[in-house]
Structure formats: structure tokens, C-alpha cells
């Protein structure tokens, strides 16, 4: 980890020229990692620039992390940028369309800095500050800004913050370490109340039909998984006129919330027979591996997958793969 951190850091002192590339579907995760750090290589005087592949605009409360306007369109990402950093991708198909960069910058010769927090991450660039026990890939970024002798503003405090708050449930999962460094941004200037509201307590008014529908149908099946449980329930497109992508993840947070269930699976539907699952687990079942088995990954207790054909098909396939 030290050698890594060393390494990391002298390549971004170095650099004049940085893209900084986020996961699809950017969480504030990954952006907030990205924009913390192309906060302060800015400052330092680098270009910059951070984008991801899809879609098209990021989530409503995680362009509060960019009032400087780094986030460009993925269209604007040069075809082989001098240094690349992908921030909290495991594998480069995370970065969907934009994933051809990362082979485009090595054959160039140019440097591929992948920092990552997930769990068999496949090391796919030339550098790489990666730690699988991290909470978040923004600690890790943390630990860079500290290597390069960053001093913590509001602004990059506050896209460190929040890829801490949300990849911890809210400080939940947090190590002793986590709470003193959360401590240290808000000494630097993070209004965490208005901040967290923003990115997880805010939803717009359909939402709540939205939620009311999905948990209609859920249902709770005791013998699955060996008899630890399975709470699951399927969003249709049609629940969600009116509801931001970002709206529809809150659903696996209140499934899960189910007693008697070890396991919760959510299925939405992104178009006629096309899917998208989250699978929770409570800490007993590897719900990563669930997912590897259906084609996704993701972490031990919070994983996902892609899949073809009905719900009920969708449905069982859960069942199947638990054993
Ligand atoms: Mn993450």
C-alpha cells in the first residue's frame, strides 16, 4: 500500500494533462473520488478533466459536487488521454464506451492509475492504488490528496464526504479510522446535513408511488438460501414516470430492511424483458459470488447483475443461484 500511495502520488505531481474517469452509472463514489482529486490537480495547475460513459448527465444531487464544471460529455474525452486515472471500477467494462481508452493510453505509452476499493479488482492499468478493505475509493483518494500535501477545501472535502456517506450506509459500516476522517472534513467545511439530504433523503413526489407500488409486491420467501431468506420485489418501467434513476436504488434500501431475511433482491426493469438486479445481504451469504454466477459482481453484501427475459424468470434465477 505505501509503495502504491508513493507511486500514485509522484505520477500525479508529474502530470499536467489528467482525465479522470468514473464507473456507468456514477455513484457518488466514484464521481466524488474523481472530483476530489481533479478539485485539487486543478488547483496544482493540470488540465483536467472527469467524465464517465453513461448517461448522459450525472445524477441531480452529485452535480452539486462540481460547481466548477469539471464533468465533461463523454464524446469530449480525448481518444488517448496521457494519463488516465479510473476511479472505483474493478474490471474496465465498468467504464463502458469508455473503456477503449484505457488500452488506447497504455499501447500509446502513456500511464493508467486505477484506484479502487472492490473486491477482486483485476488491476487492469499500469499503476494501481487499490485496496480491498477500504470502505470507499474516496478514503483512498484521502490518502493521495494527503500524499501530495493537499490542503482540504469545502469543495473537495465535500466530494470526499459523500462517497464516504454513501458507500458506509451512512457511516453505518464506518472503522473508528472512517469517523476521524469524516471529523476532519467537516472541520474543513462539509455542511454534511444539507449535503446528505441532497444525495439520499431527497426525492421527488412520484417517488413515493413509485415505492408504494414496488413494495406492494414484495414477497418474502423463508426457505431460500438454505433457510436464512429472500425478501425480492421487481420494479416495472411503468412505476417509474416521473422518478430519476437515482430515486428507483432507494427501493433495495427499504427491501432489505425485511426481518427474517438474509438476502434482498430488487428487479428493474430497464425495457421489455431487459433487467437490472441489486442483490443485499445481511453478512452471511456472499451475495458477490450470487452475482458472478449470474454474470454480475459487485461486493460481499451488495452485488448486481444484468439480465434477459420475465420477471418470474428473473425471479427464479435468484432462487437457483442461492443453492
Ligand atoms: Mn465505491
Keep these: 500500500m505505501g509503495t502504491e500511495l508513493a507511486a500514485a502520488a509522484a505520477l500525479l505531481r508529474a502530470a499536467t494533462d489528467v482525465t479522470l474517469l468514473a464507473h456507468v452509472n456514477p455513484d457518488a463514489d466514484a464521481l466524488g473520488s474523481a472530483l476530489a482529486l481533479a478539485i485539487a490537480l486543478r488547483a496544482r495547475g493540470a488540465r483536467v478533466r472527469v467524465s464517465f460513459a453513461s448517461p448522459a448527465r450525472a445524477p441531480d444531487a452529485l452535480r452539486r459536487l462540481d460547481p466548477g464544471g469539471l464533468v465533461v460529455p463523454a464524446a469530449e474525452v480525448p481518444a488517448v488521454p496521457p494519463l488516465l486515472v479510473v476511479l472505483d471500477c474493478g474490471t474496465v467494462g465498468r467504464l463502458g464506451a469508455l473503456a477503449d481508452r484505457v488500452a488506447a493510453t497504455i499501447a500509446a505509452g502513456g500511464r493508467v492509475l486505477v484506484v479502487d476499493h472492490h473486491l477482486g479488482n483485476t488491476r487492469f492499468g499500469t499503476d494501481h492504488l487499490v485496496d480491498e478493505t477500504a470502505e470507499a475509493t474516496a478514503i483512498l483518494v484521502l490518502d493521495l490528496l494527503d500524499e501530495l500535501g493537499v490542503t482540504l477545501d469545502a469543495a473537495i472535502a465535500a466530494c470526499v464526504y459523500a462517497g464516504i456517506v454513501t458507500d458506509t450506509s451512512s ?10 476522517v469524516a471529523a476532519r472534513l467537516l472541520d474543513a467545511g462539509v455542511d454534511a446535513a444539507a449535503l446528505t439530504r441532497d444525495l439520499m433523503d431527497s426525492h421527488p413526489f412520484p417517488w ?9 409486491r414484495a414477497e418474502l420467501v423463508p426457505d431460500a438460501a438454505d433457510g436464512l431468506g429472500l425478501v425480492r420485489t421487481v420494479v416495472y418501467s411503468s412505476d417509474v414516470d416521473g422518478v430519476r434513476p437515482e430515486d428507483v436504488d432507494s427501493v433495495i434500501d427499504l427491501v432489505r430492511a425485511t426481518a427474517g431475511a438474509e438476502i434482498a433482491a430488487v428487479a428493474k426493469e430497464l425495457a421489455p424483458g431487459r433487467w437490472t438486479v441489486s442483490l443485499r445481504a445481511v453478512g452471511a451469504v456472499d451475495v458477490r459470488a450470487v452475482a458472478e454466477r449470474l454474470g454480475g459482481g459487485g461486493h460481499r453484501l451488495a452485488a448486481g447483475f444484468t439480465a434477459r427475459g420475465s420477471a418470474e424468470d428473473v425471479l427464479a434465477s435468484i432462487t437457483n443461484a442461492l443453492g
Design 171 to 180: 457511516f453505518r459500516r464506518a472503522t473508528a479510522r472512517t469517523h476521524r
Design 208 to 216: 413515493l408511488r413509485m415505492v408504494s407500488a414496488a413494495l406492494g
